[in-house]
T-cell receptor
Framework: GDSVTQMEGPVTLSEEAFLTINCTYTATGYPSLFWYVQYPGEGLQLLLKATKADDKGSNKGFEATYRKETTSFHLEKGSVQVSDSAVYFCALTLSNDYKLSFGAGTTVTVRA | EAGVAQSPRYKIIEKRQSVAFWCNPISGHATLYWYQQILGQGPKLLIQFQNNGVVDDSQLPKDRFSAERLKGVDSTLKIQPAKLEDSAVYLC?????????????FGPGTRLTVL
């Protein structure tokens, strides 16, 4: 079935460090790919998305590129801040479907 | 614009008791979702409504879980009787339509602990 596998955490970084969270997917069709973020005490929020191969989603300094050849959608940020501490979820939906299939989440802690 | 509202935020019950959660989606959003998020896992879809009709409840344990969305706005999710393994965060989300391109907006969730 359709699924998402993302890098296990927790990840602890210092401010201004480079962040990468790996995400790979398995899908029978052509999925849309998403990164959601959950800040402490808040609900899930869409961070960025890409709907077709080679698309790059970006928001708040985060980027992810839809790589069909490697079935990946890795999240990157060049210089993290303490305020980026959160749980990050990779997810997909299929073009003929609406259900979000989530990865297990990666907890990121950024230290000052 | 007000976000998705859920209540209560926290609930502690004993096994075999019943519990209900409430969700008020963003105004005008036709599609409503309930997800279950067990600690350490990503959210899993339980049920989806389009207006007041059920689109998908294939992952809903129907022997103990039920959900309704009367009048196509608010929704309630009920568990009766609860089991220990139902301890989780229950998330409600809404979106304008049913397309996979529609962003889903999530509420803060209800954290359920079953003792």
């Amino acid at each position: 079935g359709d699924s998402v596998t993302q890098m296990e955490g927790p990840v602890t970084l210092s401010e201004e460090a480079f962040l990468t969270i790996n995400c790979t997917y398995t899908a029978t069709g052509y999925p849309s790919l998403f990164w959601y973020v959950q800040y402490p005490g808040e609900g899930l929020q869409l961070l960025l998305k890409a709907t077709k191969a080679d698309d790059k989603g970006s928001n708040k300094g985060f980027e992810a590129t839809y790589r069909k050849e490697t079935t990946s959608f890795h999240l990157e940020k060049g210089s993290v801040q303490v305020s980026d501490s959160a749980v990050y979820f990779c997810a997909l939906t299929l073009s003929n479907d609406y259900k979000l299939s989530f990865g297990a989440g990666t907890t990121v802690t950024v230290r000052a | 614009e007000a976000g998705v509202a859920q209540s209560p935020r926290y609930k502690i019950i004993e096994k075999r008791q019943s519990v209900a959660f409430w969700c008020n989606p963003i105004s005008g959003h036709a599609t409503l979702y309930w997800y279950q998020q067990i600690l350490g896992q990503g959210p899993k879809l339980l049920i989806q409504f389009q207006n007041n009709g059920v689109v998908d409840d294939s992952q809903l344990p129907k022997d103990r879980f039920s959900a309704e969305r009367l009048k196509g706005v608010d929704s309630t999710l009920k568990i009766q009787p609860a089991k220990l393994e139902d301890s989780a965060v229950y998330l409600c989300a809404s979106s304008p339509g049913q397309s996979s391109y529609n962003e889903q907006f999530f509420g803060p969730g209800t954290r359920l602990t079953v003792l």
